[in-house]
């Protein structure tokens, strides 16, 4: 089974700061099937990117995702106070462990 | 809209039986697959598996297979996950989850997410 490995595990940012998660994958996956989550405390995950870098429907596109093999990237280029939040990527059966980005 | 709806939180004692549901509409419910996906308090989220309504199929992580059990009744859109003997252990929030295209594939829209409580 493929291990995603997520750093940091949290990242301390201002708002209008850019944001910069890591998800990287224990072996080489098709970008094709890697996702992004964002939850917010008490919330269901909501869908922000898939196939590595394309935006889910009604997602800012201060969000952006790239990578490919082993590598995969989230940025979000500014954030705003509804940001602060846990972000998980996703490829087929397997989960990050989550970066929380929060408010410094 | 697409949307799924999950059943209310639950409390229980170690040994009970659970069974929590997914009601999908607004699309085809046998077209698409439907997840399940664990959530332990504090923690991060775990695939546990799914299963396409049309046909039944289901499929297990490794880490839940024989521990759960992922079913779907489609003639009223409603998929299932449950227990036989539930542990303390079970304690977590439960999300279901749709698969916009065949797996393996991320899941879009989710459910709201079933509590359970596991505790003598």
Same mark, same amino acid.
């Given at each position: 089974?493929?291990?995603?490995?997520? $750093? &940091?595990? =949290?990242? $301390?940012?201002?708002?209008?700061?850019r944001a910069t998660? %890591?998800?990287?994958?224990s072996q080489s996956?098709?970008?094709?099937?890697l996702?992004?989550?964002q939850?917010k405390?008490?919330q269901?995950?909501?869908l922000?990117i898939?196939?590595? $870098?394309s935006?889910?429907?009604?997602?800012?596109?201060?969000f952006?995702?790239?990578?490919?093999?082993?590598?995969f =990237?989230?940025?979000?280029?500014?954030?705003?106070p509804e940001?602060f939040? *846990?972000?998980?990527?996703?490829?087929?059966?397997s989960?990050?462990?989550g970066?929380?980005?929060?408010?410094? | 809209?697409?949307?799924? *709806?999950?059943?209310?939180?639950?409390v229980?004692? &170690?040994?009970?039986?659970?069974k929590i549901?997914?009601?999908? %509409?607004?699309?085809?419910?046998t077209s698409?697959?439907?997840?399940?996906?664990?959530? #332990?308090?504090?923690?991060?989220?775990?695939? #546990?598996?799914i299963?396409? &309504?049309?046909?039944?199929?289901?499929?297990?992580?490794?880490s839940?297979?024989?521990?759960?059990t992922i079913?779907?009744?489609?003639?009223?859109?409603?998929?299932?996950?449950?227990?036989s003997?539930?542990?303390?252990?079970?304690?977590?929030m439960?999300?279901?989850?749709?698969l916009?295209?065949t797996? &393996?594939?991320?899941?879009d829209p989710w459910?709201q997410?079933t509590? *359970?409580?596991?505790s003598?």
């Open positions: 089974e493929i291990v995603l490995t997520q $750093s &940091p595990g =949290t990242l $301390s940012l201002s708002p209008g700061e998660l %890591s998800c990287r994958a996956v098709s970008s094709s099937y996702a992004w989550y939850q405390p008490g269901a995950p909501r922000l898939y196939g590595a $870098s935006r889910a429907t009604g997602i800012p596109d201060r952006s995702g790239s990578g490919s093999g082993t590598d =990237t989230l940025t979000i280029s500014r954030l705003e940001d939040a *846990v972000y998980y990527c996703q490829h087929s059966t989960f990050g462990q970066t929380k980005v929060e408010i410094k | 809209e697409v949307q799924l *709806v999950q059943s209310g939180a639950e229980k004692k &170690p040994g009970e039986s659970l549901s997914c009601k999908g %509409s607004g699309y085809s419910f698409y697959w439907i997840g399940w996906v664990r959530q #332990m308090p504090g923690k991060g989220l775990e695939w #546990m598996g299963i396409y &309504p049309g046909d039944s199929d289901t499929r297990y992580s490794p839940f297979q024989g521990q759960v079913s779907a009744d489609k003639s009223i859109s409603t998929a299932y996950l449950q227990w003997s539930l542990k303390a252990s079970d304690t977590a439960y999300y279901c989850a749709l916009p295209r797996p &393996p594939d991320w899941f459910g997410g509590l *359970v409580t596991v003598s």
